[in-house]
């Protein structure tokens, strides 16, 4: 039998993790939730997170959520043992490609004893990798006391462990869409498509921008610059040169970096000042008919609906009534 589709506030609603919404907040509550109610998921995480053969006991720690200490600031998460100095654990979370200043994680260390300190963790969690992190800033240590990066991503992988209970199992699947659904900063509901130009011009020694999206399925910008680039990730990317549309690509994962060098050989291997998006392109959708880019100047950069890129005639003509449409709306 088919399941009805459940909406809140005109969105869908995947899991029952999304009842409590999509605020940095609500991500820390679900999984300060998920933690203590599936003690095998907070045991992959915490061997994930904490020294190998370190010995810690389940059933003698507490989760607890948003704790606030007076100049200790406030926690998201703490994994703590409620007896003992055995396991001491803050956790940082942020949305998006963030992560926590010093001045911020430095607020914490007093909430740690004294002693044992190689037993003490902080754990920043973002959307961001572990080396887009370091190489942000991220320190390896505050004050004596080790900091980890982990991403959104890796937990949701912890999610695929299929061990526990079937409840525990039915919680992490809940969990795992809860966090596809906002995590990434994609609107996967949204049919809105970036149009880029693409030139001749080469990127790196022997390498071109058509090479990088038409060889390496690739393509990559500036993070959010003053030259009005994006700084959420857009769910469609399309690409035009010749002076028509080329091809719509869906981008199917997004990560934000500085070394060039990592996912392209031809660059040198250092870090760059700015950070910057690189994509991973779908298959092409191609139109049907020749669409011309139109009215639109130069290199311009526009927003246009997907239905209407591939039905219009021009570029701007499918970016004119989109707006339209949308104000309609």
């Known amino acids: 039998m088919k399941i009805p589709e459940l909406r809140l506030h005109n969105r869908n ?21 998920a933690f203590s109610r599936s003690p095998h998921f907070l045991q992959l995480f915490l061997k994930k997170i904490l020294p190998p053969n370190l010995y810690f006991n389940i059933e003698e720690l507490e989760i607890v959520l948003q704790e606030h200490k007076g100049e200790a600031g406030i926690t998201d998460i703490e994994i703590r043992e409620i007896s003992g100095t055995n396991v001491h654990v803050i956790i940082e979370a942020k949305r998006g490609w963030s992560f926590p200043s010093l001045d911020q994680l430095e607020k914490y260390v007093p909430r740690f004893r004294n002693t044992n300190r190689d037993l003490y963790l902080i754990v920043t969690m973002s959307e961001c990798s572990e080396e887009y992190a370091r190489a942000s800033g991220l320190p390896t240590k505050v004050n ?20 526990g209970s079937h409840a525990e199992k039915r919680l992490m699947r ?11 900063m994609q609107k996967q509901d949204s049919n809105w498509v970036y149009v880029v130009s693409l030139g001749n011009q080469e990127c790196a020694p022997g390498l071109t921008f058509k090479q990088v999206v038409n060889e390496r399925k690739r393509y990559f910008h500036p993070y ?7 700084k959420e990730p857009p769910n469609y990317i399309g690409f035009r040169y010749d002076g028509i549309l080329q091809s719509i690509h869906h981008i199917e994962s997004a990560e934000l970096f500085k070394n060039f060098h990592l996912h392209f050989p031809e660059y040198p291997d250092e870090i760059e000042d700015g950070a910057r998006y690189l994509y991973k392109l779908g298959p092409a959708i191609r139109p049907l008919h020749e669409v011309k880019a139109g009215a639109i100047v130069r290199s311009l950069r526009v927003w246009a609906m997907l239905d209407l890129l591939l039905t219009c005639q021009t570029i701007s003509e499918a970016r004119d009534k989109s707006y339209k449409r949308l104000e309609q709306i």
């Open 144 to 163: 004596g006391i080790a900091v980890k990066h982990i991403s959104w991503s890796e937990i949701s992988s912890l999610c695929n462990s299929g061990v």
């Open 174 to 184: 809940e969990l795992k869409n809860y966090l596809a659904t906002i995590v990434n």
């Open 224 to 230: 959010g610059s003053g030259e009005r680039w994006p």
């Open 13 to 33: 609603i995947e899991s029952i993790f999304s009842l409590l919404g999509e605020k940095e907040n609500d991500i820390t509550y679900s999984l300060g939730w």
